[in-house]
């Protein structure tokens, strides 16, 4: 309770339904991939712009509010030689990749299915050698997607930050931006 107060603040309700959301983001990572795993979970918030979209380009400023809706990835390592990432969504098909010569190998189809596969591409594309590395991946989110409130940030951010914790390897504010804007 400690850290979810920490995470969220002070306020009973909310911390339960948090509590609730990493309990579902356990026990669906549990029913994948194995119930006796080492994990890590890491949560990325979603993000409102007050002022309105892309007005950084015009020279203004932007003006984020942080949301109470968030994605949550748990990972694990494996020894699988692969990195197999589930979405909770059923609308969203599982992406695994191998890994050869400290790159990912995969393919692209295109359906709606995988329309999320970009994203994990791109971060696991600009993660450097020492942390790709064979795991499991569960992305729980409450973030509505396509709706303007940062899911596709966040799901990269927290896909990045998830494989970095792995290896115990913290990431700063500047490079997680340079990862997450390619």
Excluded at 43 to 49: E, F, M, S
Excluded at 82 to 90: A, L, M
Excluded at 125 to 139: F, H, K, Q, R, Y
Aim: proline share 5%; net charge neutral; glycine share 8%.
């Amino acid at each position: 309770a400690h850290v979810l107060r920490q995470l969220y603040g002070s306020n009973a309700s909310h911390i339960r339904a948090r509590r609730g959301a990493w309990k579902q983001a356990l026990e669906s990572f549990g029913q994948r991939f194995g119930y006796d795993r080492d994990v890590l979970l890491v949560r990325a918030p979603g993000r409102a712009d007050l002022v309105g979209m892309h007005i950084e380009h015009q020279g203004g400023t932007q003006n984020h509010v942080l949301l109470s809706r968030e994605v949550i990835v748990v990972v694990s390592k494996t020894t699988s030689g692969q990195i197999r990432i589930e979405n909770c969504s059923p609308q969203h098909e599982a992406y695994v990749t191998g890994i050869h010569q400290e790159r990912i190998v995969s393919a692209l189809p295109s359906s709606t299915s995988t329309a999320w596969w970009p994203y994990l591409v791109g971060v696991l594309e600009n993660l450097p050698p020492s942390v790709l590395t064979p795991a499991d991946v569960l992305v729980w989110s409450d973030l509505p997607e396509a709706a303007t409130l940062g899911s596709s940030s966040a799901l990269c951010v927290a896909l990045s930050v998830a494989m970095h914790a792995l290896h115990g390897i913290p990431i700063n504010a500047h490079e997680m931006v340079r990862m997450v804007d390619k």
